[in-house]
């Protein structure tokens, strides 16, 4: 089945600074790659997500690139400040197309 | 609406105790799942179901049964706790599949097992 690996598993930066988390899926028929941003005590939610029509999308200070041939993703986050600071999770879709398989994680730490 | 809602939002078992975790949504979803989350572990997909009357088994289902009898409804059942189910689980639902819908979480679960 689909598997996704992220790094890096936790990542400190300081305010104004850029991040960037990278994720790589196993099954080449995945077309829909979401990430999660998930605060302390709190859900998922979903911040930006990407289709394999598209090579990067943007949303403000955040962005998401595609290569559909090395079969990664990552998330660019720019300008970052303290309310940054959560989990962020990226995904891919199952085989089926029918659920979303979850990377482990990234902690980020936005330090003022 | 309320979205997706759980509960018990805390729980502690004994060893081979069972309980149900309860998920409900009022978006009239079709697509629901359960995920549990451990710490450095990211959320594993347990059980997922595409519509009512339909099940399927996700990555770490062993130790778990759902049923889903409506569409608003997807309870999770652990039927002899063991101290690895403790976890936070979250249920989930999405209007579409996963190719192109949001996922709607729920407050999540903590549940204990000692």
């Known amino acids: 089945g689909e598997n996704v690996e992220q790094h890096p598993s936790t990542l400190s930066v300081q305010e104004g600074d850029s991040a960037v988390i990278k994720c790589t899926y196993s099954d080449s028929a995945s077309n829909y790659f979401p990430w999660y941003k998930q605060e302390l005590g709190k859900r998922p939610q979903l911040i930006i997500d990407i289709r394999s029509n598209v090579g990067e999308k943007k949303d403000q200070r955040i962005a998401v690139t595609l290569n559909k041939t090395a079969k990664h993703f990552s998330l660019h986050i720019t300008e970052t400040q303290p309310e940054d600071s959560a989990v962020y999770f990226c995904a891919a879709a199952n085989q089926a197309g029918t659920a979303l398989i979850f990377g482990k994680g990234t902690t980020l730490s936005v330090s003022s | 609406n309320a979205g997706v809602t759980q509960t018990p939002k805390f729980r502690i078992l004994k060893i081979g105790q069972s309980m149900t975790l309860q998920c409900t949504q009022d978006m009239n979803h079709n697509y629901m799942y359960w995920y549990r989350q451990d710490p450095g572990m990211g959320l594993k997909l347990i059980y997922y179901?595409?519509?009512?009357?339909?099940?399927d088994k996700g990555e770490v289902p062993n130790g778990y049964n759902v049923s889903r009898s409506t569409t608003e409804d997807f309870p999770l059942r652990l039927e002899l706790a063991a101290p690895s189910q403790t976890s936070v689980y979250f249920c989930?639902?999405?209007?579409?599949?996963?190719?192109?819908?949001?996922?709607?979480f729920g407050e999540g679960s903590r549940l204990t097992v000692l």
């Open positions: 179901s595409v519509g009512a009357g339909i099940t």
């Open positions: 989930a639902s999405s209007y579409q599949d996963t190719m192109s819908g949001e996922l709607f």
